[in-house]
């Protein structure tokens, strides 16, 4: 076993894990941020994306060790004093959801794109989510919530 110390939405937190727990197991399983999905194991589908020091990473291909030291942000830690972000607001506003289980992944992957570039054009958003599967939608709605997250709806 290792011990391991990190910022988890701007707390520290520690845990003892294997060295081979995967960080979306110690986020779900070690500190209870079920918000964070395990969808495919085998980083194709999105749904455990979460923020590591500022950049999208999808948590089932990192170790929980590695993530020693590091700020990780969850779908959790985005909204402040419990208002949603414009993007989340933009997902409920313009139902960009239907089961809800991709949902985490798409907003924390289009969180970063938005920081990246904050007036996307409707390609360029379906692009940045070649990474995130959604099963349910057809994608439109989703991408109507980056539109609108970003003023241009």
Not at 81 to 91: H, M, R, S
Not at 94 to 104: A, D, M, N, V
Not at 119 to 131: C, F, N, T
């Amino acid at each position: 076993m290792t011990n391991i110390s990190l910022q988890v939405n701007g707390k520290t937190v520690s845990g003892e894990v294997e060295p081979r727990t995967l960080l979306v197991d110690f986020l779900r399983e070690g500190l209870g941020l079920t918000g964070t999905h395990v969808g495919c194991d085998t980083s194709q589908c999105g749904a455990c994306t979460v923020h590591v020091d500022g950049e999208q990473v999808k948590s089932c291909t990192m170790l929980a060790v590695e993530a020693e030291g590091t700020a990780v942000t969850t779908i959790e830690g985005l909204a402040e004093d419990g208002k949603l972000t414009p993007l989340q607001q933009a997902f409920q506003d313009e139902h960009g959801l239907q089961c809800g289980f991709c949902t985490p992944g798409m907003v924390m992957s289009l969180t970063a794109l938005l920081k990246e570039n904050p007036k996307p054009a409707e390609h360029e958003i379906r692009e940045y989510l070649q990474g995130n599967i959604c099963r349910c939608t057809g994608y439109h709605n989703i991408v109507r919530a980056a539109l609108a997250a970003s003023g241009q709806l």
